[in-house]
């Protein structure tokens, strides 16, 4: 059974490099779209700094390389869109092809599917990452330090963490039929909460609480505290554990809501009307 799921899921990932690469022109904006919105960040902060350091930003971070925090926010943030938008939004495309009957008579099940689907994302979102970093550091420059496979190592657990938040959003995408909005406003709302372009202390109290509750943004800090050694909103170890326990749970509960929302679809017989 591991081998068929395997098979399928590799038989998706040749699929959708194939869509992929039939147009080029969207693969290289995909490098330089990054660029275009840092860019205006980083002349932005230049009109801020006082003899070429961010005092303000080292008060409430602990660094004053604001480019390093900016780059390395949106280094995470592409991972956690690539995930949502790899699960939800494949199956809107599924929806307007009318292919997805189809698919959910074939013997793999939908969270395997999924998961084919969203991995081409991360790979490309990862030879993204490299090329757009490079590029950065050639305009702009930043230092992230030596300790990067730290980072990936407290990355993985995080990345887990967010299929299962991709199993809920694909479970939303069922039962609305609309990938753009939810998929949209979810991502938005995660990156902004969890500090993707800033520390989440400058927040109103009342936001900042609702940033502390998510598991998400521990693992922002905890990536930009080890490759900056900026100040940390609790100690790295027990932010790793709140990782660790973010991919338990988000998986198991993701995983119950998608099964149960694809038992009710197949029940109410909805997922034709797209």
Same mark, same amino acid.
């Given at each position: ?117 969203? #991995? ?5 979102? !990862?030879?993204?990452? %490299? ?5 950065? /550091?050639? +305009?702009? @420059? &930043? ?79 905890? #990536? ?5 050694? !900026?100040?940390?909103? %609790? ?5 790793? /554990?709140? +990782?660790? @326990? &973010? ?28």
């Amino acid at each position: 059974m591991v081998k068929n799921y395997l098979l399928a899921i590799w038989a998706i990932i040749k699929k959708d490099a194939k869509i992929f690469f039939r147009y080029p022109v969207n693969a290289i904006f995909r490098i330089f779209e990054p660029i275009i919105w840092i860019a205006p960040v980083y002349f932005l902060a230049l009109s801020f700094q006082i003899n070429g350091e961010n005092i303000g930003f080292h008060e409430y971070t602990g660094t004053t390389d604001f480019m390093a925090f900016i780059v390395i926010g949106s280094i995470v943030g592409g991972f956690v869109s690539a995930v949502l938008w790899g699960m939800g939004f494949s199956l809107k495309s599924e929806m307007d092809a009318g292919v997805i009957e189809s698919n959910w008579l074939t013997p793999i099940p939908l969270w395997v599917q999924l998961i084919g689907r969203s #991995i081409f994302s991360l790979i490309i979102t !990862s030879l993204n990452v %490299l090329m757009t970093g490079f590029l950065v /550091w050639l +305009l702009f @420059g &930043f230092n992230i330090g030596n300790r990067i496979l730290e980072a990936l190592i407290t990355l993985i657990p995080m990345l887990i963490a967010l299929y299962g938040l991709g199993f809920g959003i694909a479970a939303l995408v069922l039962i609305t039929n609309n990938a753009n909005n939810i998929i949209d406003i979810s991502n938005f709302l995660l990156n902004i909460l969890s500090g993707e372009s800033f520390p989440v202390t400058v927040l109103p109290r009342g936001i900042m609480f609702i940033s502390l509750a998510l598991p998400l943004t521990y693992g922002y800090d905890a #990536i930009r505290g080890i490759l900056l050694g !900026s100040n940390t909103l %609790l100690p790295l170890n027990i932010e790793r /554990w709140i +990782l660790i @326990g &973010f991919m338990i749970l988000g998986v198991f509960i993701g995983y119950r809501i998608l099964v149960r929302t694809e038992k009710h679809c197949k029940t109410m017989g909805n997922i034709g009307f797209h």
